[in-house]
């Protein structure tokens, strides 16, 4: 019968541990970005190497690309394009020194448009600009930090594909 309430309560024990031990590992941390306005359409998350986040998304109101990432204190915020309706459809990628890569539609003039940080300012460019193309982007970075993007042609109902060279 002591063997048994042994075995019992090393039981309870382990149970009540491995329980708690589930919660201890934590849970979803929410929190706000960004509240200046309507903000936060069309988002697109990266993790850096020390696991912070970088998120590319539309400034809705001002129809804005924007930027931002999380420094281990605080979210930092940058107007990456701001020319007329931009900012749709973002998808982002860091590169090997940990700057962001951003591809996103242009609804102004219905463009693709591709969006680095070299380290000072933001380079952007113009990838097609065939009217209605580069909806439904996806970027991804190879080993040498060139941008391969996926995007939509609504005008031909074509999947397309942009990569450097």
């Given at each position: 019968?002591?063997?048994?309430?042994?075995?019992?309560?090393?039981?309870?024990?382990?149970?009540?541990?491995?329980?708690?031990?589930?919660?201890?590992?934590?849970?979803?941390?929410?929190?706000?970005?960004?509240?200046e306005?309507t903000?936060?359409?069309?988002t697109?998350?990266a993790?850096?190497?020390?696991d912070?986040?970088?998120?590319?998304?539309?400034?809705?109101?001002?129809?804005?690309?924007?930027?931002?990432?999380w420094?281990?204190?605080?979210?930092?915020?940058?107007?990456?394009?701001?020319?007329?309706a931009?900012?749709?459809?973002?998808?982002?990628?860091?590169?090997s020194?940990?700057?962001?890569?951003?591809?996103?539609?242009?609804?102004?003039?219905?463009?693709l448009?591709?969006?680095?940080?070299?380290?000072?300012?933001?380079?952007?460019?113009?990838?097609?600009?065939?009217?209605a193309?580069?909806?439904?982007?996806?970027?991804?970075?190879?080993?040498?930090?060139?941008?391969?993007?996926?995007?939509?042609?609504?005008?031909?109902?074509?999947?397309?594909?942009?990569?450097?060279?």
């Amino acid at each position: 019968m002591r063997r048994f309430r042994f075995v019992l309560v090393i039981g309870l024990i382990f149970a009540t541990w491995q329980i708690s031990s589930s919660f201890a590992w934590g849970g979803w941390i929410i929190q706000p970005v960004d509240s200046e306005g309507t903000v936060g359409h069309y988002t697109s998350i990266a993790l850096d190497s020390s696991d912070y986040p970088h998120i590319s998304y539309q400034d809705y109101g001002n129809e804005d690309l924007k930027y931002a990432w999380w420094d281990g204190k605080s979210w930092i915020i940058q107007t990456v394009d701001s020319e007329e309706a931009v900012g749709k459809h973002t998808s982002i990628a860091l590169d090997s020194s940990g700057y962001p890569h951003i591809s996103y539609y242009d609804e102004t003039v219905r463009d693709l448009k591709y969006a680095r940080w070299n380290g000072t300012d933001w380079i952007i460019q113009t990838l097609e600009s065939e009217e209605a193309v580069g909806e439904f982007t996806s970027i991804a970075l190879d080993f040498s930090d060139h941008a391969h993007i996926s995007y939509g042609d609504w005008r031909k109902d074509d999947l397309k594909y942009a990569g450097w060279d």
